[in-house]
T-cell receptor
């Protein structure tokens, strides 16, 4: 496996379900991100982890709960979601060190539909 | 505060014609600038990046972009469009240091006509 891998690729859940999205990066990067992509909106940064520490939490509702157990894995735990949370959730990683441009490497995304 | 504006949410070109996708940024200091491409049902892939070296940047798939500080622009071009270029393109900016915040534009969907 190379790059950034996201599972599942597609998820349908009811408003009362609990599910999780998983992201794994094989690039040796030290930062990982969750973005939300909705139609006709710019990408929304949700969370950033650097060296397993959360460094950014962009006013995301508590029904989204991130977890970063190590520098290669990132989870997004979902519970009691709303239909407007239906979107493509993108995971990304970067190498953020001095002198590095830190471009983002994205996974293919998890398409979430909340019924 | 930084911002990115992509002019034109949809652009159509004929196969073989010039591709020009526009991006203007606002930043108090010279930033890093990126173009990403997204094919249907996929994540974003880096096309090219400007990191304060050469102002004309060449990327993958024959794309290039020119950083123009006086115009605060970073437009993406390709001399001859191919059907496989049909995708959504995103311009992004981030500060050189001290932040993990990438600001993305709203995207431009490129359609290539046969």
């Amino acid at each position: 496996e190379t790059g950034v891998t996201q599972t599942p690729r597609h998820l349908v859940m009811g408003m009362t379900n609990k599910k999780s999205l998983k992201c794994e990066q094989h690039l040796g990067h030290n930062a990982m991100y969750w973005y939300k992509q909705s139609a006709k909106k710019p990408l929304e940064l949700m969370f950033v982890y650097s060296l397993e520490e959360r460094v950014e939490n962009n006013s995301v509702p508590s029904r989204f709960s991130p977890e970063c157990p190590n520098s290669s894995h990132l989870f997004l735990h979902l519970h009691t979601l709303q239909p407007e949370d239906s979107a493509l959730y993108l995971c990304a990683s970067s190498q953020d060190t001095s002198g590095n441009t830190g471009e983002l490497f994205f996974g293919e995304g998890s398409r979430l539909t909340v019924l | 505060a930084q911002s990115v504006t992509q002019l034109g949410s949809h652009v159509s070109v004929s196969e073989g014609a010039l591709v020009l996708l526009r991006c203007n940024y606002s930043s108090s200091v010279p930033p890093y600038l990126f173009w990403y491409v997204q094919y249907p049902n996929q994540g974003l892939q880096l096309l090219l990046k400007y990191t304060s070296a050469a102002t004309l940047v060449k990327g993958i798939n024959g794309f290039e972009a020119e950083f123009k500080k006086s115009e605060t622009s970073f437009h993406l071009t390709k001399p001859s469009a191919h059907m496989s270029d049909a995708a959504e393109y995103f311009c992004a900016v981030r500060r050189v240091s001290g932040t993990y915040k990438y600001i993305f534009g709203t995207g431009t969907r490129l359609k290539v006509l046969a």
